[in-house]
Structures are given as C-alpha cells and as structure tokens.
C-alpha cells in the first residue's frame, strides 16, 4: 500500500470511529455553514448562532465546512468555543466553491431539518428559531426570501432581479425569486438532494427540484458584517449561466426557433430577388445589404454555437463523474451541555 493510500485509510477510519462515536440520536437540526476566507467574521458569526441555538430545546449539531480557505479561518473554527450543539467541522482540499461546499454540508449532516446559512451575518442566525417552528408545522421547504438588501449595490439588486425572471421564464420548475441559500430543508428533500448523481450543481435550482410543501419568510437582509464578498460580477454571470443551462434547454430551442424565423425570411426574401429579376432584370447586388446579412448571421450562428457549446460542455463535465469535492480533515467536537447550563 503506498503512502498516500495509507494514511487516507487511516484518516478515514479515524474519522469514522469519530463519528460512530459521537453519532448522537438527538440531533434534530443540522445548521450548515460553508466558509471561504471568513477569518474576519468567524467569531462573531459563531457567538450570534450559539446563542440562539443555546436559547431553543432542540438538539443541534453545527457543520462549518471550510471551502479552502487561505486565512486564519480553519484555525479559528478549530478554537471556537462549546455550547450545546455539536460542532462538525470539515476542511475541503482547495477552494471547491460555495456550491460545492454547500453539497459537503447536507451530505454531512443527520439532521432532521437542515438549515443553510451564510458565514458573513447577512443571514440573521436569530431567524433560526421561526423557520423550526414552520418545519415543525409539517412544511419541507422554508425559503428565506429577502425583502430588502441593505449593502448590496443598486447593479447588484437590479442583475439579481432581472436574473430571477429570467430564470423562472426559462426553467420548468418554478424557483423562487429573490430567495438565496439561506433556507431549512427537510430531510427528505436533503436525501432526494443527496440523491442527485450531477455535478454541476446550481444549488438554489436544486433545493426547488424536490418540490414538497413550501413556505416563503421574509427578512431584510442585513450588510456584510466583516470581510469583503467573494462574488464579483464574472463569477455571478457564470453562477447564471449555470443556473440557465442546468435547469432548462430553452435557450436551445430558442436558437432553433431562431433559425427557423431567419431561414423563413431569407426564402420570402429569394422570392422577392427572383420576382425581380424576372420582371425588371437582374440589378447589381448591393454591398450594404449583403454585408449586413453576412454579418448578421455570422454573429447568430456563433451565438447558437457557444450556446451549443455550453451544454456539450455541461455533458463533458458530467461524463467525467469526478467527486464535487475532497476533504482534507473532518473533525467532530461533541456537544458540551454541561458548560452552558442550559437543560435538554
Ligand atoms: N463561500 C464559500 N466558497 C466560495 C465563496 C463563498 O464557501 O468559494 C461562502 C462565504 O464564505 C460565505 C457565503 O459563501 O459564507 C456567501 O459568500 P459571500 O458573502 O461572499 O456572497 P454574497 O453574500 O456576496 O453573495
Ligand atoms: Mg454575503
């Protein structure tokens, strides 16, 4: 056995002693938090979560998911302080994405519901307790839909905005606007999830696949607490793009429909030039005209090309069928009840 082999062995088998060890019955909500770079709010996040967790009777586990940070932050997760919860903690071999990071988290978690949040504070962790209380009600999905976003630009609300009808338009299954990651899903609909053998994952499209019985809160959402967005425009453009193609072949058809509209024009057009011809004699073609249509179709073809493209390329990546991710280390700290005082 080489080395590598070796001790990924052992580190798995460790791992698994840790967690049939610690693997508790009681974990009833799982809260997954994906990181990259967060060094800055870490602490802060941590001391808001556990306080509200500590507040409600039910039994937590909190999974912090590491996605390659290159900063303190896997330090710091490792020096967080106890409190009722157990805390899961996994650190992925690179920066994999939040996607991807998010994908760790809900095949990680034993939870019965399983709620999604952002590191940042943008996603108020005092939300929790409502969101429990609609699951408990028999709801699948709770979408946490923002109804104002405070710090986000007046180019960012407006793209996120267009992006959504532009999405709901194309996509056979409905997903609901203005809704971000932060949401609880049930565990059904995260087994359903887990279930998915795609790895191209737009998450928001995926949590709307299962369907199930939904239910929309509103929140305002709050400005970055520290740090700085790990999103810029070029990375969202391809987040949409992503989320376009993953969950609908309509821009193909819409291509096909293209073609069809062009090539109908370009007969009635041959017929007009023939009539002509035929009636008035043979005119010298003209420069404009036949530069504006070479032009133009040049562009569309290409267009209907790269769009062709993106989903061949979609396919490539799944034929591949590499794993979503790798972790590193995972490490489970149990739930430390006693410290807190505070009786389950
Ligand atoms: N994140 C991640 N991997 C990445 C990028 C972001 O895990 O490659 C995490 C990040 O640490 C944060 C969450 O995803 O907890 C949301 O990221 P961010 O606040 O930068 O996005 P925004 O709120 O600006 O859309
Ligand atoms: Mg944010």
Redesign the pocket.
């Known amino acids: 056995m080489s080395l590598y082999a070796m001790s990924s062995y052992q580190s798995k088998e460790y791992d698994y002693q840790l967690i049939k060890q610690q693997s508790k019955t009681d974990v009833e909500l799982s809260i997954i938090?994906?990181?990259?770079?967060?060094a800055a709010v870490v602490d802060q996040f941590h001391r808001r979560l556990t306080c509200v967790l500590d507040a409600m009777s039910t039994g937590s586990e909190i999974i912090y998911?590491d996605?390659?940070s290159s900063d303190e932050t896997w330090r710091k997760l490792q020096l967080l302080s106890q409190n009722t919860s157990e805390q899961v903690l996994i650190r992925l071999s690179r920066?994999?994405?939040?996607e991807a990071?998010?994908s760790a988290g809900i095949e990680a978690a034993r939870g019965s519901a399983v709620i999604l949040i952002?590191?940042?504070l943008?996603d108020p962790p005092e939300l929790i307790p409502d969101m429990v209380d609609i699951w408990r009600k028999g709801y699948d999905i709770i979408n946490m839909r923002r109804r104002e976003r405070h710090g986000?630009s007046w180019l960012k609300k407006t793209s996120a905005a267009v992006f959504y009808r532009l999405l709901n338009r194309l996509s056979d299954i409905p997903i609901p606007e203005n809704v971000?990651?932060f949401r609880l899903l049930s565990r059904r609909v995260v087994d359903h999830i887990n279930a998915l053998p795609e790895k191209t994952r737009y998450m928001k499209g995926l949590f709307s696949w299962p369907g199930f019985r939904q239910k929309a809160l509103f929140f305002d959402r709050d400005p970055?607490a520290a740090?700085?967005?790990?999103?810029n425009y070029l990375k969202?453009l391809g987040l949409a793009f992503e989320g376009i193609t993953s969950f609908s072949i309509q821009p193909l058809r819409l291509a096909s429909w293209g073609g069809f509209l062009t090539a109908t024009l370009a007969v009635l057009y041959a017929l007009v030039i023939v009539f002509k011809a035929l009636t008035l004699g043979i005119a010298p073609p003209g420069y404009a005209s036949l530069m504006v249509a070479t032009l133009f179709l040049g562009g569309v073809q290409l267009l209907a090309i790269g769009l062709l493209g993106e989903y061949v390329g979609r396919i490539f990546i799944e034929t591949k069928q590499r794993p979503l991710y790798l972790v590193m280390k995972k490490f489970i700290k149990p739930a430390n009840r006693r410290l807190t005082g505070v009786a389950s």
């Not at 938090?33 to 967060?38: A, Q």
């Not at 920066?95 to 939040?98: R, S």
């Not at 740090?227 to 999103?231: A, I, L, Q």
């Open positions: 938090v994906p990181l990259f770079n967060e998911i996605d390659g920066n994999f994405g939040k990071a998010m952002d590191s940042d943008q986000e971000g990651d970055r740090g700085e967005t790990k999103w969202l």
